[in-house]
């Protein structure tokens, strides 16, 4: 296959590792591998995935009759380095050491860059990540949290809250750096950022415990009866943060982070189940109420995305509560593939220079 400008774009999940082949903006191909818990579970550290990820790759790849050569670029999702601003990224060598450092976070983003690497090395072509999780464009007034070692973290779907937001910019011709936007990705987890001139001057750690619960993490909790949980010696710290990321929410009240099977619960009477559905709708209301006052309420529009969105009961509830500070606009889903290779393709096209991780401007 021979084509203008054709872009692999890979984004590594949890469970699973999304593909994406395009000829600049336009998909050709896209294809889900789920991955069973049975086979992750062979691996102590997500970076361990990486030839098992690249043999799924390369398969596809091979089936499509496709070769490395072919690419123009390589993209991957970014992972948990340390914060830059918001952008398409060269993979060079330190990105590459961070990621893969003994004391790295552990997140399923992290393999995004270095799959991007080793396959764009073999090919001959650049590789890049865009708006990894850590973009941090917090203003200087949402850094501080109450206590100075603790200061408040910038990771959330950068990458998905960016491409929508644009998105939107484009439907209504205006530019994204002209507007004022407070976006929900409702998905696993649950990020609820301000977005403001193009950047994003607020947001909830949507991974280490700010915000709403969401489907499988608990969101904040009170402080202090966390701490006494802590030394309660009832859990271990690797215990502890299992409940928070991945044990929380819908999966700690009613055993599943599926919010068709929590609607099914509903529709068969399970009071319960109405109750906490309710609690998550009211939980991510007060988040977007939150945001609303930075700019004086001068919000040009609300975002609901991810794949919570596509809950017509959800979105019903939800929008009713917010829609006095701005119009609501739902685009429900993640499209991060094309968000990834559009910022690829920005970069090839000289629409965009790609920035050089480890030099300025770092935050």
């Given at each position: 296959m021979t084509l203008t400008e054709l872009i692999l774009a890979?984004?590594?999940g949890s469970t699973s590792t999304k593909l994406g082949v395009f000829d600049g903006e336009r998909e050709l191909i896209e294809e889900t591998i789920e991955h069973p818990l049975e086979q992750l579970a062979k691996y102590p550290r997500i970076i361990r995935q990486r030839d098992f990820r690249l043999g799924y790759i390369t398969a596809m790849l091979a089936k499509n009759k496709i070769v490395l050569k072919d690419f123009k670029a390589i993209v991957g999702r970014g992972g948990l380095l340390r914060p830059i601003p918001g952008g398409t990224y060269l993979v060079n060598d330190r990105m590459i050491e961070?990621?893969?450092a003994e004391n790295a976070e552990e997140h399923a983003s992290n393999l995004g860059g270095i799959l991007a690497r080793v396959l764009a090395d073999e090919g001959g072509c650049p590789a890049y990540i865009v708006d990894p999780v850590i973009v941090d464009e917090l203003a200087p007034v949402a850094r501080l949290?109450?206590?100075p070692e603790l200061e408040r973290r910038s990771v959330f779907h950068a990458l998905n809250h960016k491409a929508i937001a644009?998105?939107?910019?484009?439907?209504?011709?205006r530019n994204y750096e002209q507007l004022s936007l407070i976006v929900a990705h409702l998905g696993g987890g649950i990020s609820v950022g301000l977005h403001d001139q193009g950047k994003v001057i607020d947001v909830n750690n949507a991974l280490s415990g700010e915000g709403p619960f969401s489907p499988n993490r608990t969101g904040g909790l009170s402080t202090f009866d966390l701490a006494r949980l802590c030394f309660s010696g009832k859990y271990s710290f690797a215990e502890i943060k299992k409940i928070l990321l991945k044990e929380g929410g819908l999966i700690a009240y009613l055993g599943t982070a599926d919010i068709r099977r929590v609607e099914e619960m509903i529709e068969q009477g399970d009071k319960k189940a109405a109750l906490v559905f309710e609690a998550l709708i009211y939980q991510v209301a007060k988040e977007i109420g939150s945001l609303a006052p930075v700019l004086n309420g001068k919000i040009d529009a609300i975002i609901?995305?991810?794949g919570v969105a596509y809950s017509e009961r959800f979105i019903s509830k939800l929008s009713p509560m917010v829609e006095f500070i701005a119009p609501v606009k739902l685009y429900p889903g993640a499209e991060e593939l094309s968000a990834?290779?559009?910022g690829a393709y920005r970069v090839l096209t000289g629409l965009e220079e790609a920035?050089?991780?480890g030099e300025p401007p770092e935050i």
């Open positions: 890979i984004n590594p961070e990621l893969t949290s109450g206590w644009q998105k939107y910019a484009r439907e209504i011709g609901l995305t991810g990834l290779a559009a920035r050089i991780y």
